[in-house]
């Protein structure tokens, strides 16, 4: 049976603004990265993510900055996401580090209230840590998808998606990723992994 996938791009497909998407297939939800611009604008993007916040069944982190995973501890902790994050290894202790002395140079030079530690701690307690290649069934709603994360070759901890549908083709979630291998990296190997179609 065909799936019906529908990706909604909240920011970062027409500008370089912060990362942001949320796909669907069939029923299931999935927030993929969830990013804020350096200076926390409460824009028009902040405020369409709050009203998804309550139909996300997973978000997928797939690099430690603040373009990618700045705006989680403001919708943990403010705006009440409660489903699971999945995140490598490295995105998750390198992005907690970024959110802490992200909130703590704000918080020494103004009035910063948009978010906590405590907010970011809440938020970081929530991530399920994947090693790469590591294949993850959802459950519920999104029973038959699975997720894998695959090395993105851009930076340390760096992550492609494959969100896989049994029977269906494969979904990559693929924003920054570099192909060759380098001196402190290998390139990214999704495409290597992936059946090609035309």
Not at 142 to 162: C, E, N, S
């Amino acid at each position: 049976m065909t799936s019906i996938i529908k990706l909604t791009a909240l920011s970062g497909a027409h500008d370089e603004g912060p990362l942001c998407y949320l796909l669907q297939v069939d029923e299931f939800k999935f927030l993929l990265d969830c990013g804020w611009d350096e200076n926390f604008t409460m824009n028009k993007y902040i405020e369409t993510l709050k009203r998804y916040v309550n139909q996300i069944d997973a978000v997928l982190l797939s690099f430690p900055d603040g373009l990618h995973l700045g705006a989680l501890p403001y919708i943990v902790g403010k705006c009440g996401l409660n489903c699971p994050i999945y995140a490598t290894v490295p995105v998750y202790k390198m992005g907690q580090m970024f959110m802490y002395d992200l909130f703590q140079s704000r918080h020494n030079t103004e009035d910063f209230d948009l978010f906590t530690l405590d907010d970011v701690d809440a938020a970081f307690d929530k991530i399920i840590q994947l090693k790469y290649s590591q294949i993850i069934e959802m459950k519920g709603k999104g029973h038959g998808l699975t997720i894998m994360p695959v090395p993105a070759g851009h930076m340390i901890g760096g992550t492609v998606w494959k969100i896989l549908k049994e029977g269906e083709e494969d979904i990559l979630y693929a924003v920054d990723y570099n192909h060759k291998k380098e001196r402190h990296l290998n390139g990214e190997i999704g495409r290597a992994s992936c059946r090609e179609r035309v």
